[in-house]
């Protein structure tokens, strides 16, 4: 039996990619964007921070859209920032008088560029709060949004003994005063969330930083529900969170390819499943923030989606036939469909670390295609037994 036994190939290729970007578009309309807005002067490290966070370079995001002085908003489809930076001391407004004008602009702006959770940023060296931070603290408090203050570019020592981190003496110093703050006996109002020590880089600019995790957490408790899922997919440093997500995808699309298989399906029409992997496989990719569709042509998409579903696995199952029968039975959908999610999410996984080349993903695709012939092997013995 060859590839004449099989459908229409081209436009079953078409039917997988369709069912493929409608997968990723699906996600994307339904977990949306994340907006954050980074407060700071320039050169305390905002850009190295979202870089660090969000594995994106700020630049890079987007087109850096100039909204007014001083401020731009940057977004792909999984991110906004928006970056304040140098705020004019000494116009005719203050500093907090400027941010609260700002605010309401950008309050003005559609819904999906709204901000979430505000970063403000301090070099660590500085020993103290001047009057314009606490008069933007407070305009930003006042808005309604929460506020983590972050002191940057700490110089951690590490113990060689331990190997626990220690921030300078002055700087735990400025963060117990910025937990409680006066002046003098006078309390300072300061409406922020937690003072959180970071650092991208060690002294000499090298080394993966430090204190990410807790703002990385701290950001998501502050998040409002509906924005949390959005975090985590446009975030780098939590794998967890995003394979957290990713499973019940999986689940879901081995009950529909169950479902679709409930009357045995005969095994040359087995790739009538295929759109069902596809769509997963879109919707996962997206959790990943990966952008398969500006990497990869449309031809490769549907190569890919042959490869991986339906070709393949009616292929395989033709050679199988002996061991499992003549046709896909709910119980190979459901165990096929688990297979390929959870391949897919480690390739995901691989791209999104770095450690697999996006242009060369077609190389490596026979790495990471579920062992369809080990998963029947493996269903027909649980059978016979
Ligand atoms: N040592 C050290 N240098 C940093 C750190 N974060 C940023 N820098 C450096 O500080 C400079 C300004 O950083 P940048 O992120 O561009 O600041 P921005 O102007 O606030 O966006 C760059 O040269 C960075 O390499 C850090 O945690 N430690
Ligand atoms: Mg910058």
Redesign the pocket.
Known sequence: MGDESLPNVSAQEDNNTQAFIEGQQGARARYGRFNLAIV??????????VNAIFGRNLAKVGRGLPVTQGIHYYSDAALGVWDF?GFEIGAAQSPGAQLRQNLELIAKRPQEEQISVVWY?IASTADRLTVPDIEMIQALHASGLPVILVL??VDWTKNPLNGQRKAPRPVEDFRDWLLNPHDGERPIFLPVQDVVL??????H?KGS?HGLGDLLALTLELSPEDEKDAFRIAQRLNLKWKRDMARPVVTAAAAAAGAAAAVPIPIADAIVLAPIQLGMMGRISVIYDIELQTMLSATAIAQLGAQLSGQALARSLVKLVPVVGSAVNSTVAVALTMAMGESWMRLCERVHSGKLDLSKIEDHLGDFLPRLPDVLKHLAKGRSR
């Open positions: 700071g002067n320039t050169g305390v490290g905002k850009s190295s921070l930076e940023c940057t570019k970071t650092s991208t880089a060690d002294r600019g930083g």
